[in-house]
């Protein structure tokens, strides 16, 4: 997570990472409840797998293709949702 997500989303995964001002964009707030809800976890791997331009996102969310058969791709889901202060169903 550290060597990737927190630079644009964040240590605290509210979006504002060291790289976050210089992007068109700014990148997902991950505590944000309301968004937490609103997507599932396929999608989240979804974006994380095929980054923004291959989901319909900001073109700033890099692709990561290594990881859709991994294991550790749960992993990465699991720390998006871990910015939750409520289960998220």
Known sequence: MTTYCAL?????GDGQGVRAA?????????TD???QKSITDE????VIVLGGSGT???N????????KDSPELAEYI???RSYTVFPVD
Do not use: Q, T, Y
């Not at 210089?22 to 991950?30: I, N």
């Not at 999608?43 to 979804?46: A, D, T």
């Not at 700033?60 to 990881?67: A, C, E, G, T």
């Open 43 to 46: 999608e989240i791997g979804r």
């Open 78 to 80: 699991n720390a998006v």
């Open 60 to 67: 700033d969310m890099p692709s990561f293709p290594h990881l």
């Open 22 to 30: 210089s992007l068109a964009k700014k990148p997902r707030d991950w």
């Open 56 to 58: 319909g996102r900001s």
């Open 33 to 35: 409840m309301d968004w």
């Open 8 to 12: 644009c989303h964040g240590e605290r």
